[in-house]
């Protein structure tokens, strides 16, 4: 079993509706979580961070479910410039804090 | 501000040649990592360094060596690449790898092919 899963879409949705990726991890001690974007042949940012009681950045709402070990990502009003791969971030210490990743889900807007 | 920059953008390899990648950040973050990136997985760590003077073995560090050469750069060698090192590799860098919710930021990525 994978450390991190996220189901790899991808999701084809029409400009304006809301759309949610779910993403879970195996490690009960892992202690922060984040979601990354990644467009096309580009290098991964930072979305948001996803704490505990939960995190809203204008169209975006991010949850952490720490009993079912899930973190979700809503994005509301989808826009044409949303599409893109969303990556699920866990890091874990072990030494030192190092990030797990997701393989990512990817989300097509569709004009 | 630049960030974290990454060279060469493309490279060809032969089976058995070496190559250096090259990373810089310009951010005085303390810690850097080197990912490769595969379809189908997600960021692999292959090595990184908690602050200058130190580095360590990530998840997938066979047939590859780092250097941290100074607070700003950490290179990342292949010896003698192999085809299963066709790849994009991405440098990140943070303030530190001593707290939970540091925020790593990535360069651009070096896309690898070893023939």
């Known amino acids: 079993r994978k450390e991190v899963e996220q189901d790899p879409g991808p999701f084809n949705v029409p400009e304006g509706a809301t759309v949610a990726f779910n993403c879970t991890y195996s490690?009960?001690?892992?202690?922060?979580f984040f979601w990354y974007r990644q467009d096309c042949r580009k290098e991964p940012k930072l979305l948001m961070s996803?704490?505990?009681s939960g995190n809203e950045d204008g169209r975006f709402t991010a949850q952490l479910n720490r009993a079912s070990q899930y973190i979700s990502l809503l994005i509301r009003d989808s826009k044409l410039s949303d599409s893109a791969t969303y990556l699920c971030v866990v890091s874990a210490y072990s030494g030192t804090y190092k990030y797990i990743f997701g393989t990512g889900t990817r989300l097509k807007v569709l004009a | 501000n630049a960030g974290v920059t990454q060279t060469p953008k493309f490279q060809v390899l032969k089976t058995g040649q070496s190559m250096t990648l090259q990373c810089a950040q310009d951010m005085n973050h303390n810690s850097m990592y080197w990912y490769r990136q595969d379809p189908g997985m997600g960021l692999r760590l292959i090595y990184y360094s908690a602050s200058e003077g130190t580095t360590d073995k990530g998840e997938v560090p066979n047939g590859y060596n780092v250097s941290r050469l100074n607070k700003r750069e950490f290179s990342l060698r292949l010896e003698s690449a192999a085809p299963s090192q066709t790849s994009v590799y991405f440098c990140a860098s943070s303030l530190t790898s001593g707290g939970a919710w540091e925020t790593q930021y990535f360069g651009p990525g070096t896309r690898l092919l070893v023939l």
């Open positions: 490690n009960s001690a892992s202690q922060s």
């Open positions: 996803v704490y505990s």
